[in-house]
């Protein structure tokens, strides 16, 4: 029944991200005229998963998105979720084209391993899953919509930088708003991630565990994002260092989320 | 009703001759009353780039005498000077040109803004005046929208088109906004204080000159309301200041790489943008190297308006075919005028034998009810509707194809309607005095 259903909202979901990308890319060219197209895409694919999500979570016994694939199909919705509250506006149309191919790309490799039609139930308790997977992805899609403005950054201080005479054709937001949103874009995420590890250490306290690479890793992690906030605030580094270590940042939340965690299943 | 526009332009008339041809406020009112003065509908359109006079009346050959006369009177010129220098376009090739003219097409630079306000001023005259009629209120209405829906719908307008300007939104792309910006100017010169200005309008706060003579500094800071400094004080400024705009006529580079790097560290990775307008250069080259460091010459910025005026031009394309459907439109609504009367005197005429019809009945259907009455008013008023509907849509289609007098001539003659173009047909609009 939800495996019918599922299918139903999922392809529309992203078929709605893949038509936002493709527009997106095709407003670069031609500024202006695909951009309604794209941010009716972001729409109406977000719409599609979250009544997908709905979905799953009305008709699971337990939390829905705990393996791998289940928690990318939360993550993408957290990540175009983020973007659609400010990126739609005329400045930051270009972060759709960050965001939306990923988006899309994520989405259809939870389809093909299986967790975004019939997600495996969890076989741990809601409550912990909730908190603990919920505020790592919310954590990792704040860092995913920082790279995605440290990046727009590089690029753009790179055309700055070269003087390309077509500078001024594409609508781009100033260094300086991009610099401070990704700052503050860290500094909300990194509060979410601190609570998640700090959940996944209690547990590992009282129900026993051994430490592994998808924590080390995420340890690190946290400890690149913690470093930008404090050399932010200390040491004045701004622009392009700053977006720098963004990137190298999420670096290691790909490798955390695409390369370690498939062998990891609450 | 025909429309008829006669004009100059920059493309025709040198400017010796446009200023012999420019209307202050006075002038055009005047000029109004007088192209008015045979209840003629008018408007005048004068820009530095332009003057176009825009009459509704129905005489075409009449209406562009008139303004060759006008136009002549108000040169100086005769009739023959001034032939050359102007043009003649009527009806729909009339109207495209003012749509052209207000989506900024037939600009010197494409998509300027300026044009739109001028439009909008010529019409407010002519409606102020009394001269505007319904064809000219329809025209500048539109041309208006069409305006607006180009600068809306295509991007013609959103690139700069001067060296001041593209520094400007440059600077733009750096900062969040320019609000309370700190500028400073290294030397004056016309370009930098253009840029200055531009700077200033969108927000820049404080100003600060700097030359080698404080009390030139001083002086030309004034203008500003900013404040001088001598050239050794530039460094302790780079610490502070967000846009540098440099244009003296020094030989050597005011600004080095490792003044600006030293200035770098105390800003704690503030950018600083740089535009150096100068020749030779006053700012050394390598500063664009240092990160936050964004550093534009003259040739940088020539470029970047070459590329933003040949944007323009791409979206120029857009815009002449969004100019094109709208003067079709009131090309069309121009035309169904020639059957508007011949529809109004069917319906009148219909709307009388029905009246007439009902009255003589009167004594017959005097033993009915109120709500009876009523009953048979709604049955005959819907029996002439019907019938007149189709004549009416296949008038007015008919209309639309250029078509359209005949059908009306038609309609005249099989239901013996008063010609209202008859010379001795009353007129709606009544000669200004």
């Known amino acids: 029944m939800v495996g019918e259903l599922a ?54 016994d337990g939390f829905p998105w705990g393996s791998w694939a289940g928690s990318l199909n939360l993550f993408v919705w957290m990540c175009v979720g983020a973007y659609l509250v400010w990126g739609c506006r005329a400045p930051f149309r270009l972060l759709g084209l960050a965001i939306m191919p990923l988006a899309a790309l994520l989405l259809v490799l939870a389809w093909a391993v299986g967790g975004a039609v019939e997600p495996e139930t969890s076989q741990f308790g809601d409550v912990f899953l909730v908190f603990h997977v919920g505020l790592a992805l919310a954590g990792f899609a704040g ?96 622009g392009r260092r700053a977006a720098y270590l963004v990137l190298s940042g999420f670096a290691l939340v790909v490798l955390v989320r695409l390369v370690l965690t498939p062998f990891t299943h609450f | 009703m025909h429309l008829v526009l006669v004009g100059t332009s920059y493309q025709r008339a040198p400017v010796e001759l446009r200023e012999l041809l420019a209307y202050d406020r006075e002038l055009r009112r005047g000029a109004l009353d007088r192209l008015s003065a045979d209840g003629s509908e008018s408007a005048v359109l004068s820009t530095c780039n332009r003057t176009e006079a825009y009459l509704a009346a129905p005489d075409a050959a009449a209406a562009e005498e008139r303004v060759h006369a006008e136009l002549a009177s108000l040169s100086g010129l005769s009739g023959t000077e001034l032939a050359p220098a102007l043009y003649t376009l009527t009806d729909g090739a009339a109207a495209l040109h003012l749509f052209r003219v207000a989506a900024g097409l037939d600009s010197m630079v494409p998509g300027e803004a300026q044009i739109l306000g001028q439009v909008r001023e010529a019409y407010g005259a002519a409606r102020e005046t009394g001269a505007a009629g319904p064809v000219l209120h329809r025209l500048f209405r539109q041309a208006l929208r069409v305006g607006k829906r180009v600068r809306t719908e295509t991007a013609i307008g959103e690139n700069p088109a001067s060296v001041s300007a593209a520094a400007a939104e440059l600077a733009e792309r750096v900062f969040e906004d320019l609000a309370g910006r700190r500028i400073l100017l290294l030397g004056a010169g016309k370009t930098s204080d253009l840029t200055a200005a531009n700077l200033i309008s969108r927000g820049a706060g404080e100003i600060v000159v700097a030359n080698r003579s404080v009390e030139r500094a001083e002086a ?45 560290r105390a800003r704690r990775g503030r950018p600083v943008f740089f535009i150096d307008i100068a020749v030779p250069r006053d700012v050394d080259p390598a500063v664009n190297q240092l990160d936050g460091c964004y550093l534009y010459d003259i040739d940088d910025l020539e470029r970047v308006v070459a590329e933003s005026v040949a944007g323009r031009r791409e979206e120029a394309v857009r815009a002449e075919a969004i100019a094109s459907v709208e003067a079709d439109d009131f090309r069309a609504w121009q035309l169904s005028l020639d059957v508007v009367p011949a529809i109004a005197s069917l319906r009148e005429r219909a709307e009388a034998i029905r009246r007439a019809e009902l009255e003589r009945a009167a004594g017959r259907l005097g033993s009915l009810s109120p709500g009876q009455r009523r009953a048979v008013e709604s049955l005959t008023a819907q029996i002439v509707n019907k019938l007149l509907h189709q004549p009416t849509v296949r008038m007015k289609e008919a209309a639309a194809a250029a078509d359209g007098v005949l059908y009306a001539d038609a309609v005249r003659h099989l239901f013996a309607l008063e010609d209202p173009r008859a010379p001795d047909a009353p007129s709606n609009r009544q000669p200004r005095q």
């Open chain 2, 220 to 264: 030309l800071a004034r203008r500003f309301n900013g404040r001088g400094i001598g050239l050794e004080r530039v460094e302790e400024e780079l610490e502070r200041v967000d846009v540098v705009v440099a244009s003296t006529s020094a030989q050597g580079h005011l600004i080095s790489a490792e003044q600006v790097a030293r200035a770098m």
């Open chain 1, 7 to 60: 299918v139903v909202l999922f392809w529309p979901a992203v078929a709605g991200y893949a038509e936002a990308a493709v527009a997106y890319a095709g407003d670069t060219l031609r500024p202006g005229r695909l951009v309604r197209w794209a941010i009716w895409g972001v729409r109406l694919g977000w719409l599609a998963q979250t009544a997908l999500l709905v979905a799953q979570a009305a008709h699971a």
């Open chain 1, 143 to 238: 860092f995913t919509i920082a790279a995605a403005l440290a990046l727009l950054y590089v690029w753009q201080d790179r055309r700055l930088k070269r003087r390309a005479p077509r500078v001024l054709r594409l609508r781009a937001p100033s260094l300086e708003t991009l610099d401070s949103l990704a700052a503050r874009t860290v500094a909300v995420a990194l509060p979410a991630l601190t609570l998640a590890i700090g959940i996944g250490f209690a547990r590992l306290g009282t129900d026993g565990g051994s430490f592994d690479a998808t924590m080390a890793v995420t340890l690190l992690a946290w400890a690149v994002y913690a470093a930008y906030l404090v050399l932010r605030v200390e040491a004045g580094w701004r």
